[in-house]
């Protein structure tokens, strides 16, 4: 395995997605404080969206200095976050329906599990498709 050192562009753009993470975090925590809303969805619709964030600001910062190999990889991460995001939102809203409680630890380990799991799968249809 290769270590490749990241340009000051790269790391500025995953410090941008942690900040944009926590702007987006604290709009929902006062909309849902204001509403006075609290249930899974809630939680998960806040907390599921750091991977997706950090990714997307990297890839936003970074996208002219880094190499096409890495922004296909970005280009992926993002997609796979989000598929993989809406797939849990759907499992909670169901559950929720069927008044289904799942704690709080149980919902985060699964959500980043399902993100996970679509990462790896698109990871492989792309090594897939290059051979």
């Given at each position: 395995m290769k270590i490749r050192k990241k340009r000051p562009e790269e790391n500025s753009g995953i410090i941008f997605g942690g900040v944009l993470f926590f702007i987006v975090m604290a709009l929902i925590l006062k909309t849902s404080t204001l509403l006075n809303i609290s249930n899974q969805i809630i939680v998960w619709v806040t907390v599921g969206l750091a991977a997706l964030m950090v990714t997307t600001g990297h890839y936003i910062v970074s996208r002219k200095v880094i190499d096409e190999k890495t922004r296909n990889e970005d280009i992926i991460a993002i997609k796979g976050n989000l598929i993989g995001y809406f797939l849990w939102i759907i499992v909670l809203i169901i559950a929720d329906l069927l008044k289904i409680g799942i704690s709080t630890f149980v919902m985060l380990v699964g959500g980043y599990a399902t993100i996970?799991?679509?990462?790896?799968?698109m990871n492989k249809r792309v090594i897939k498709e290059q051979k």
């Open positions: 996970l799991l679509v990462l790896v799968y």
